[in-house]
C-alpha cells in the first residue's frame, strides 16, 4: 500500500505486459521491421541503385553484390523496393486504423452517451456492415473515379490521392467493431458513479466524454485498435494486389506481387519475400495485440 | 417463431435494398459510362450524338429515378445485359453463383469441421503443448495474406512439385470427378486455411469459458465420463456463441472466396464481379455485388434461426 | 429561508409500456447546516430523491427550489456548485485513469474556479482535512482501501465548498471499524463548515447518530417526517413502528419476530388507497380507498405523519 512511487494503471499493465514472452517477442519483431523499412534511403544510397529506375536489361537478375536479393520484373533492386514498399504498407495500416479509430471512437461515444434513436440508427447501420462482403465492396471503392467526385484529374491520379485513397476506403469499412465496443464501454461507463458526481458538479456532455468516457474506453480498445493495424494491413495488400490500391511506380508490399502468376515461374522468390513480410508484421501485430489483452485483462485488475 | 423470421427476413430485405442503391450509386462513379465505350469504336461521334445517345439510355436522368428504373426492372427479373459476355447478366451470374457456392460449402465444411477438433483439443488442457501449437497454427492462419498463401501453394503443389493442377475447374477433354476434386483441392485448402484460425479461436475460447461454468463442474461430480462432459454437456453450450461468429464470416468467406477464385482462375462469382469491374461490365459487376450481398445475408438470417434453435433460453 | 426545498416531487420512469413511479408527491425542505436522514426500505425511492436534489434526476413533476430560488439556469449552476454527492460504492466512484489530486479538484476545474496551482493547492488541503495520508495526491485510487476512498470522494466533495452534500448510502459498503470513522469525518466537517447534509440511509441505527431530522419513504410516498428524538422516541406511523422494532438494540434478547409480514409492492403496481395498507398491522377499510394526507399527528406540531389512525 505504502509505496516511495505512484504506480498508475499504466505501469501495472506494463509490468504485466513484460512477462508475456510472445507478447515482448512480438513488439521487437515489429521494432525491427520499423527498423527496416525506415532504412530505404540510407541502403539505397550506399547501394548507389534507384529503386523507381527501370532497367529492363537486368530484369529479374539473381543476388549479387550490387543487389542483395537480386531485381524484380523491371530490373530495380528488389530489397530496397520491400523496404520502400514496407513503408507505404506499415503507413496504410496505421493511418487507417487511426482514421478508422476515430470514426469509431466517435460514433461509439455518441451513440452510447445520448442514446436513443440516434442509438438505434448507427447500431443497425453498424450491424449491416459487419454482415456486408466487404472486400467486393472494397474493389468498388478503389476503383472510383474521383474525377466524377469532383476532384481535378491531376489530383486524380497523383500518387498522393492514390494513397490516401486506401487510406480513407480502408477506414470507412473497418470502424464497426470499434464503434461496437466502445459504445457497450460507455452504456457501462455513463453510469458510474464517477461520471454522475461530475455530472452533479455541473460537468457538460463535452467534458464528460473527454475527462471520463475515453480515457477509460481506451483500454479496452487498445486490443481491438491493435488486431484492427493486423486486418488493415492485409486489407491494403490485396487491394494493391489485386490493382485497386496502391498503383506503382509506387511501390507496396501487396502491388510488388501483382504479376505473381509470372513470379511463380521465373522468379519464385520474388514471389515470396513481400508476402513473407506481410505475414511476419501481421502475426506479430496480433501476438501484440494478445499480450496486451493479458495486459489489460480487467480480472487481472484490481 | 413465424413472426420472428418474417421480422428478420424483412431486415434483410431492408438492408438488401439500401446496399442497391449504395452499390448503384458506387458503380455509376466508376470510370468511364456506357457511352463512352460505346462510342470508343467509333471516334467519329459528334457531342451531339453524344448526348442523344445519352438520352435514348436516360443517363441524363437524376440519379434516383434511374435508380427507380433499375429497380423495377430487377424486380421483374431483368438485370439487363453484360457488355462484356453479350449475355444476359442472369445467363453469366448463375452458372458463377453455383461454382462460388460450391467452393465455398466445401472449404466452410472443411474449416468448421477441423476448427472444431481442433478448438475443442486446445481447450482441454489450456497451456499445454497442444493448446500452444494450436494457437500458433490459428495465428499463422488469420495472419496470412490469402493471395499469397495460394500463391505458396501454386508454388509448392503445382510448380516444383507437379502433384496439382494450378487453375482452372477442370482439364480439357477431361470431364471426370476425379479431375474436378483435384482442381478443387488447392482452391479449397487455401480457402479453408484462411478461415480456420479465426474459428478455431472462438470454439476454444468458447469452450474454455463453458468448462468453468457450474452446470460443467456438476455434471463431473455426477459422475459423468470426461468424454461425455467435454462432448455432451460443454459443446452443446460453447455452440452458441460459436454459431453467431461463425455465420456472420459469411461476409468474410465471400471476400475470400473472390480472392481465391481469381488466384486459381475458378469461373466463380468472386471472379466474375472482379472482372466485371475491370471490364467495365457495370450490369453485370452491379448485380454480381448484390447477389454476393443476398448470399451473405441469408447466411446471417441462417445463424439467427439455429441461434434460437440452440439456445433454450429463446422460446420463440 | 432553507436551503433546498421539494415541492410535490413526482418522478416516473418508462418500464416497457408501464410506467414505474419511483417518488410520489413528496415534498421536504432542507435547512442549512441541518441533516436530514431519508431513511426506508431499498427501492423506498431514497436514492431518486438524492438525484433529483443533486440535479441528476429531472422531476417528472413537482418543484425544485434552492435558495428560495426555482431552477432556472442561473440557480442551476449555483446549485452545481453549492450541492454536491458522494456515493455507496467507493470502488466506483472514483475514476481509475485520474490520479487522487486530479479527482478532488475535479467541480474545480469543471466550474472554472481558480488557477490550476490554485486548485492543486486546496486538492492537498482538503486531502489533510479528510485525514488521507501525505503522500496520496499522486496516487491513483486502486492503491487505496474502501474507506480512504470514501475520503477521497468526501474531498472532492468538499472541493468546491458546498452547502448542501448529498451522501447516498456513504457507509453500507464499508466495514463497521470504518464505518465509525467516516461518520467522524462527516461530523468534523459538518462542525467546521456549518454543512447540510441530506443523508441516505437504511440502517437506523446510523441515522439515530447523526440526523438532526427523518423523513420515512414507503413506495416512494413520504410516511413520516419528524425530528430525530421524536420519530426515535414516539413514533407516529405504523411503519415507522415496524422499522424501529426490527432495529436490532443491544440488551435485548432477541430480534423481535418481524412485525410486518410480505413484502413491499411493486411500485409498477401500487396499492390503492394508503400504499401501506397491504402489511399494515392497523389496516381498516378507510386505508383501501383514501390515501391519507401527511400532517402534524395529535399533539405532535413537530412530526408530521402520513396515516389514518396516526398516533
Redesign the interface.
Known sequence: MRRDRAVSPWQLRWRRFRAHRTGMGSLAVLLLLVLFVASAHPVAWWLAVDPYETDLLSQYAPPSAAHPLGTDDAGRDELVRLMLGGQISLLVGVLATAVGSVIGLTIGVISGYFGRRLDAVLMRFTDGMIALPLLPLLIVLGALDLTKLGFSAEFAHSAAAGFWRVVIIVALVDWTGIARLTRAATLSLKERDYVRSARASGGRPAYIMTAHILPNVATPLIVAVTLTVGRVILFESVLSFLGFGIVAPTPSWGNMLNNAQELVTTAPALAIYPGLLIFITVIAVNFLGDGLQHAFDPRSER | MTRFILARCGQSALVLLVMSFVIYSLIGLMPGDPIDVMIASNPGATPEVVAHLRAIYGLDQPILLRYGHWLAAALRGDFGYSRTHAQPVLTVLLPALLQTCKLMLTSFVVSVVLAFALGVWASLKPGGVADSIISLFAFAGISVPVFWLALVLILVFAVTWHVLPASGIGTFGDGGVTDQLRHLILPVTTLALANIGSFTRFIRAAMIETMRMDHIRTARAKGAGERRVVLVHALRNAMIPVVTVIALSFGGLFSGALITETMFAQPGMGKMIYDAILGNDFNLALTGLLFATLVTLLGNLLADLAYGWLDPRIKL | MSLVALDDIRVQFPAGRRTLTAVDGVSLDIGAGETLALAGESGSGKSTIGNVV???QRPTAGTMRFRGKPMDKATT?QA??A?????Q?PF??????M?VSS?IA??LL??RIGTAAERAERAADLAGQVGL?R?AL???P????GGQRQRI?IA??LA?DPALV?ADEPLSALDVSIQSQILNVLGALQRARGLAYLFISHDLAVVNHLADRVAVLYLGRLVEVAPRADLFGTPSHPYTMALLEAMPRIGRRHRRAAVIGGEMPSPLDPPPGCVFHTRCPKVREICRVEAPVLEPAPGRPGQRAACHFKE
Open positions: 443533486a440535479g441528476l449552476r452545481q456548485r450541492i454536491q454527492i458522494i456515493f460504492d466506483g466512484a472514483l475514476d481509475p485513469r490520479p479527482i475535479e467541480p469543471i466550474q495520508p503522500d499522486n496516487r491513483y486502486h492503491e487505496f482501501s470522494a472532492r466533495a468546491p448529498v
